[in-house]
């Protein structure tokens, strides 16, 4: 059974930044590429950020989505089952519920969702 609590969303101006947490419960969390999804008002979830299992000698690989590239940074701690995702230059675009979830084929894993944390950006 895994639990997904996602943290760190709020009320932000343009320009600003926030950076969002994702504790991950269960024992298997370093096996799994993880992602970032959101999902805005009237609009479908969208993966936004992705991070690989990583190696010792490699580490973990990253993608973004073309809207967020350069601006997102997703991170991970398998120490402490956490996956991050550091937001800078929000646009009011960015305004949206954010969840993480494992992923596969640019596609979630898990048919459990956590509650997601809100982001919104007030221009």
């Known amino acids: 059974q895994v639990t997904l609590v996602e943290s760190g969303g709020g009320l932000v101006q343009v320009g600003g930044s926030l950076r969002l947490s994702c504790a991950f419960s269960?024992?298997?969390?370093?096996?799994?590429?993880m992602g970032w999804f959101r999902q805005a008002p009237g609009k479908q979830r969208e993966l936004v950020a992705s991070i690989t299992v990583g190696r010792i000698t490699v580490g973990s690989i990253t993608d973004y989505a073309d809207s967020v590239k350069g601006r997102f940074t997703i991170s991970r701690d398998n120490a402490k089952k956490v996956l991050y995702l550091q937001m800078t230059s929000l646009e009011p675009e960015d305004t949206a519920v954010y969840y993480c979830?494992?992923?596969?084929?640019?596609?979630?894993?898990?048919?459990?969702w956590g509650q997601g944390t809100q982001v919104t950006v007030s221009s």
């Open positions: 979830n494992a992923v596969r084929n640019g596609q979630s894993v898990f048919d459990s």
């Open positions: 269960g024992s298997a969390f370093s096996l799994f590429a």
